[in-house]
T-cell receptor, first 114, second 114 residues
Framework: GDSVTQMEGPVTLSEEAFLTINCTYT??????LFWYVQYPGEGLQLLLK???ADDKGSNKGFEATYRKETTSFHLEKGSVQVSDSAVYFC?????????????WGLGTSLGVNP | EAQVTQNPRYLITVTGKKLTVTCSQN?????MSWYRQDPGLGLRQIYY???????DKGDVPEGYKVSRKEKRNFPLILESPSPNQTSLYFC?????????????FGPGTRLTVT
């Protein structure tokens, strides 16, 4: 079945460091890919998404490119801030365009020190 | 403001005492879903609903019930809670179950069953 694997955390960086959180997936068809972020004490919110191969999603300085050849959707940010400390989840939804079920990675906790 | 609300935010109860966690959205979304989040297990879907009076089981439905009598509300019912249902619960909604639509999450309900 479909699955998402993301790098284990926690990840700890200093402010202004470069961030990469790896995400790879296994899916049939043509899934859409998402990154969600969960700030402390809050629910999840969509950070960015990509719906087809070679699409780049971007938001708040974060970027991720849908790479079909490597089945990856790695999250990157050039210069992290303390306010980026959160848990990041990679997810996919069905290749048939069916959003009925989101397949989730286990989440990667990011801490940014000033 | 477009949002998903859940109540209560925190609940401590005892084994066997029936409880209901309410979920309401004001975006006229068709699709609603309940998840539980546990350390090391990520997000797991409990139940989902594609529209009024249409519900279906997710990955971990045992011990839970849901109903969808109105489009905006999707309560989660624990008829006889047990300690293994201690968890963080999230309600989510999206426009439809077709297409890569963003899911909007509530703030979460932290349930402890003693």
């Amino acid at each position: 079945g479909d699955s998402v694997t993301q790098m284990e955390g926690p990840v700890t960086l200093s402010e202004e460091a470069f961030l990469t959180i790896n995400c790879t997936y296994t899916a049939t068809g043509y899934p859409s890919l998402f990154w969600y972020v969960q700030y402390p004490g809050e629910g999840l919110q969509l950070l960015l998404k990509a719906t087809k191969a070679d699409d780049k999603g971007s938001n708040k300085g974060f970027e991720a490119t849908y790479r079909k050849e490597t089945t990856s959707f790695h999250l990157e940010k050039g210069s992290v801030q303390v306010s980026d400390s959160a848990v990041y989840f990679c997810a996919l939804s069905g290749g048939a365009g069916n959003n009925r079920k989101l397949i989730w990675g286990l989440g990667t906790s990011l801490g940014v020190n000033p | 403001e477009a949002q998903v609300t859940q109540n209560p935010r925190y609940l401590i109860t005892v084994t066997g005492k029936k409880l209901t966690v309410t979920c309401s959205q004001n975006m006229n979304h068709e699709y609603m879903s309940w998840y539980r989040q546990d350390p090391g297990l990520g997000l797991r879907q409990i139940y989902y609903s594609m529209n009024v009076e249409v519900t279906d089981k997710g990955d971990v439905p045992e011990g839970y019930k849901v109903s969808r009598k109105e489009k905006r509300n999707f309560p989660l019912i624990l008829e006889s809670p047990s300690p293994n249902q201690t968890s963080l619960y999230f309600c989510a909604s999206s426009l439809s179950d077709r297409g890569p639509y963003e899911q909007y999450f509530g703030p979460g309900t932290r349930l402890t069953v003693t």
